[in-house]
């Protein structure tokens, strides 16, 4: 195992009608910006459900933060926030909005010049404006870490960062605020928590059996639950299990110690970046051609990941390799994901740009270093279509 | 899933030299009481590699916090704390020191009467001098929590305190510093931990699948390390994993949402206060009576452990749960744990005793408050020996 350090101070607070617990969770002297996205939360009655909780209280609201949360829109946020003298930010939505409301509280701190280097070249956090969050997409982890990713499209850029300053104070999670999701944005959850699980477990052993269990836990249960969680919106367990799956996929547990492997997030960004495809999207597609091209490098996990997660124990060892990413991309499939390039409609045509677009920003990629340019490029074309 | 919140705030360093970390730790301005137990950390080399990580910090140490930790020794500590306005704990030590220095921390900061009523009456915590801990026996889960059980020999009792105000700040968990603990020590432990996930686990079904993994996997983990990590008391990775499963078993994560039963524990701690015991001696002793008188209202949950955690699949359901105990407590033979009453020199004449002590806390056990006093007496002769 190798060493590590965990921290994650985030109070969760989870279960029924737990959007009244704002009160207690917020001191009333604050002056709160309320983030949100579309505007999904006033069909769903979220919205009311937090206005309600917050009564009283001195609120003013900021909406419209886009999937992808954009940085001409965060920076509007930023501007609003500061002459308002804000003192908490509430981000009530989905790993966007949260992510979103993560860059807009660093960057009210930050008079080191554009606020756009925190992600674009990695300037230091050094405060921020304390946040909570009211999710109703589980999907990114985002309400329990501190990363964030930004997009800015007049540079086609999507890219991350994080803080220990930027944890949520807290975070509400009301399985019943998922209800109403589109079954597209739920399967696309469902593939973001199981890839963010797979890149913190198929890698190189380092002798970690707890957290190879803890991992194939996640895993097995987002299998299990995915097609009523699908098929029946208003199960309250499948919605409360998949949530809390989600969350514990990015939370840190399962990364302690253990060698980690990016590399499907890296390449899915420049996609998103690039094509407009769901961050889910890119994952289906990109996460199994790269367990294919490093098959080699991931060998004992990928048996175990077949043998624990698929319960597949027949045949050679690359035979049970190839069934576990079959299996993988059939469960990707059964959720309408799309598992090619050629599903999203991106063709051959634009792989070598993707590749070119990593290499500059210096990104060698792979648990062993070792996915670069070409790689990118073979990557790619397995998944192709 | 029931409604939970989930807050634990604790910084775990873990790894190897990670006791150097304590200056990056600790603001050099504070005035530190060092805690300890017996005196190991001086024959291991523990205590030297804390005293040179902290040179030139203010120190004050305070030894002798015994096993089970006595509230006599622990006020002794409050006083000199106050008398040299000590401002930071450091607890060097297992679960007892750790519990201990938590004590000492609230009762520093206790004002109103008696700090025992904090075990005995539930006064409240209102506030507590911030601590740290340096783990050396895995065991109690103390370190990333916010529990705490005390002894007061005078009043024969054992009572437990728990407070947000006595998580620990850090803690330090390297590997190495449990190579020398005596093998009843880490048998103690195994136990311990293994314990603490079925008193979170073994309960009635609410549909908690991801949770019910987690604590699966702890098991399956402790069960599968036990041989080796007694056997070779320098292997690394035994121990790192065994170290990992005693914080994850008792940090809140797999307790989420869940239905808890700490019978064994209620019952395990009159154990220790009127025979003295080891907690996990009591623990190996009772669980599994635990487990056999309540087998009807633990039946969905004991077939679920039967099959996830010892591969029985055959036989009627009976057959399976009386298979799953039996193994268990073969386990815990197999690391020289008792598993009757008889072993630990307890006879069936203080079975009633017992029993009236915690009927006189008026305390009802069980998941379902179903275990009074007849049935603590029927769990003690079910393992009486």
Redesign the interface.
């Known amino acids: 195992?190798?060493?590590?350090?965990?921290?994650?101070?985030?109070?969760?607070?989870?279960?029924?009608n737990?959007i009244a617990e704002l009160k207690n969770l917020i001191s009333r002297d604050k002056k709160i910006l309320l983030t949100y996205g579309g505007g999904s939360i006033f069909r769903n009655g979220v919205y009311d459900q937090v206005k309600s909780a917050l009564t009283g209280y001195n609120i003013v609201e900021f909406g419209g933060i886009q999937p992808n949360p954009e940085y001409d829109t965060l920076i509007k946020a930023v501007d609003i926030a500061r002459s308002n003298n804000i003192d908490f930010l509430l981000a009530v939505g989905g790993g966007s909005v949260i992510d979103g409301t993560k860059f807009i509280a660093a960057a009210i701190c930050f008079e080191d010049g554009d606020p756009w280097d925190i992600c674009a070249k990695g300037a230091p956090v050094k405060n921020a404006v304390p946040l909570g969050t009211v999710l109703t997409l589980p999907a990114t982890g985002s309400e329990m870490n501190c990363f964030s990713v930004v997009s800015r499209a007049s540079r086609v850029e999507k890219l991350h960062f994080s803080s220990p300053y930027v944890f949520p104070k807290f975070s509400i999670l009301d399985p019943e605020t998922t209800f109403s999701l589109p079954r597209r944005q739920v399967a696309n959850g469902i593939v973001d928590a199981f890839v963010h699980v797979t890149e913190q477990y198929l890698t190189y052993c380092v002798?970690?059996?707890?957290?190879d269990?803890?991992a194939?836990?996640?895993l097995?249960?987002l299998i299990?639950?995915a097609p009523a969680t699908i098929a029946n919106p208003s199960n309250y367990?499948c919605r409360?299990?998949f949530m809390?799956?989600a969350t514990?996929a990015l939370n840190g547990?399962i990364g302690?110690?253990v060698a980690q492997d990016w590399t499907a997030h890296m390449i899915g960004h420049e996609l998103t970046a690039l094509f407009g495809i769901d961050h889910g999207q890119s994952l289906s597609v990109i996460a199994p051609a790269v367990w294919r091209h490093q098959r080699a490098v991931k060998k004992t996990k990928l048996l175990e990941y077949a043998y624990n997660v698929w319960n597949i124990s027949a045949g050679s060892d690359e035979e049970k390799i190839n069934s576990a990413i079959d299996k993988t991309i059939d469960f990707f499939r059964s959720i309408d994901m799309p598992v090619t390039l050629k599903d999203c409609n991106i063709v051959p045509g634009n792989f070598a740009n993707i590749a070119d677009r990593l290499a500059e920003r210096g990104m060698i990629l792979g648990e062993n270093q070792n996915i670069g340019r070409n790689e990118v490029v073979e990557i790619l074309n397995i998944c192709s279509g």
């Not at 195992?1 to 029924?16: E, S, T």
């Open positions: 195992m190798f060493n590590f350090q965990y921290y994650n101070p985030v109070r969760i607070v989870f279960g029924k737990t002798n970690t059996p707890l957290q269990r803890q194939q836990a996640i097995k249960t299990e639950i367990d409360a299990n809390w799956c514990q547990i302690c110690g």
